[in-house]
């Protein structure tokens, strides 16, 4: 992973609305916020008075402009969000799967009988060969249970996450409307 997709982009909002991407020393719309977004940048949003946090506001506010100009936001963001989630994932669980093989080969190795120096015939090759094909079928196949119980779990996360946006868009579109 690139160290530039981990940092965090400071955006400063000030009491006029404007909002201040501190990395490019420059001014930012809410639609170049989005983009940042769907880029898979990591964003932070503070008032820059308060230094309040309103990171959750302000892309609430980004996805009811896209809903406005007919874009599909919570699509996109929710794709772009499951991308980061397997590109993150994908580093721990082949570290994790590389330590249980590695402990697997530590107890075959305490399992071979040691000091005989006398040559292995062909016939005592193939049950310790058939055993690492069986160990390499396991691996693999506990990588996948691994993956996939990563994979659910977080998917209800998000699936919870974009629940509660709806909910949050849902409540500013309202306010939105009294508003007009």
């Known amino acids: 992973m690139d160290q530039k997709t981990n940092e965090v982009i400071t955006i400063k ?32 949003v503070i ?40 590109q993150r994932l994908s580093v721990p669980v082949q570290q994790i799967r590389d330590e249980a093989f590695r402990q697997l080969e530590k ?3 305490k ?12 016939t005592e090759e193939k049950p310790s ?7 390499d079928s396991l691996r693999a196949s506990s990588d996948e249970k691994l993956l996939s119980l990563l994979l659910v779990q977080r998917i209800e996360q998000l699936e919870d996450e974009v629940d509660d946006l709806k909910r949050r868009l849902k409540l500013l579109e309202d306010k939105d409307d009294d508003l007009l």
């Open 47 to 86: 008032d820059n008075e308060t230094k309040a946090d309103l990171t959750d506001m302000t892309l609430a506010q980004v996805l009811i402009a896209q809903k406005k100009q007919k874009q599909s936001g919570i699509r996109n963001l929710v794709t772009t969000q499951a991308e980061t989630l397997l």
């Open 129 to 135: 060969f058939s055993l690492l094909t069986k160990l």
């Open 13 to 44: 909002r000030y009491s006029n609305r404007k909002l201040y991407d501190t990395s490019t020393s420059r001014y930012i719309t809410l639609t170049e916020l989005g983009e940042l977004v769907r880029c898979g940048k990591n964003i932070v």
């Open 111 to 122: 399992f071979k009988p040691k000091g005989d120096l006398r040559e292995t015939s062909e």
């Open 107 to 109: 107890q075959f190795e």
